[in-house]
């Protein structure tokens, strides 16, 4: 294939095809809209027996993005099975035969990849915002035209998109889908919270992608943390562009 058009139509059909890509977008969606729907009703009867400190540092748009941590894991496995899956199977050698140009093939699985993990986190955050503030009742809730709501809401879609992207360089390098979630599953989901929550640790911890991340994720960012929505968007940002920069090194030095 000649152009990058026409790799990018390639991997698209093969992303269609692959069922696990398929169900690990559909459960992002589902994870996260109904987490959100059980925290928003949970917040709704408990705020009232919130401590004042607790009222008063509330932030109902990040309390409606629980559920987006436990749908993201289905968007990291996404990311991950879409380049691995090559690997383990060994279709990548007839990948590589209909598109020769190593650069070209790994920049039209990137663009695919991000594309449709763009696309299902606009949907997944839009549906994920409006049932958690639904649940969380009206008294309490937040508007998506409140200061800061938009703003996290956008946050949270980059957040999640750049989060599946960097998977996918990390799992070029790693070629096994087994040992890329399995690093990087514990990473994001396990020990980048007990290390943020660790106070002679804290601060440093805030400097890994994922919790660089979140950040983007709150209307307004608490005061103990060190970066904001702006600095954290650029950390997350640098910390894909050296996995997709390690991917491509990888994937241009490796043999298949």
């Known amino acids: 294939m000649s152009s990058l058009s026409s790799a990018v139509s390639f991997e698209m059909t093969k992303a269609r095809t692959v069922m696990s ?18 925290f928003g009703w949970v ?21 409606g993005y629980n559920g987006l941590r436990l749908g993201m894991i289905a968007l990291v496995v996404f990311g991950v099975m879409l380049v691995s899956s090559e690997f ?5 050698r007839s990948s590589l035969a209909a ?18 993990a763009l696309a299902v986190s606009v949907i997944t955050t839009f549906v994920t915002f409006f049932t958690a503030q639904t649940a969380i009742g009206s008294a309490h809730n937040a508007s998506i035209t409140d200061k800061g709501a938009l703003q996290a809401t956008m946050g949270a879609i980059i957040y999640m998109t750049l989060l599946c992207t960097l998977s996918m360089g990390v799992a070029t390098v790693l070629r096994s889908p087994a040992l ?8 994001f989901f396990m020990v980048s919270e007990i290390l943020n929550n660790l106070p002679g640790v804290q601060k440093v911890a805030q400097f890994l992608p994922d919790a660089a991340g979140q950040i983007m994720m709150r209307g307004d960012p608490p005061e103990s943390t060190v970066l904001n929505g702006w600095t954290g968007l650029g950390l997350l940002t640098l910390w894909t562009v050296a996995a997709l920069f390690a991917g491509y090194a990888s994937l241009r030095r490796r043999d298949v």
């Open 43 to 63: 917040l709704r009867g408990a705020y009232d027996d919130m401590s004042p400190e607790g009222k008063a540092g509330f932030d109902p748009v990040a309390s």
């Open 88 to 92: 383990s199977t060994g279709t990548i």
């Open 180 to 187: 890329s979630l399995g690093i990087l599953v514990p990473l």
């Open 21 to 38: 890509t398929v169900w690990s977008l559909i459960l992002c969606f589902l994870v996260s809209v109904a987490i959100a729907l059980l």
């Open 99 to 116: 598109v020769p140009d190593r650069g070209r093939f790994y920049a039209a699985k990137s663009i695919t990849g991000t594309a449709i």
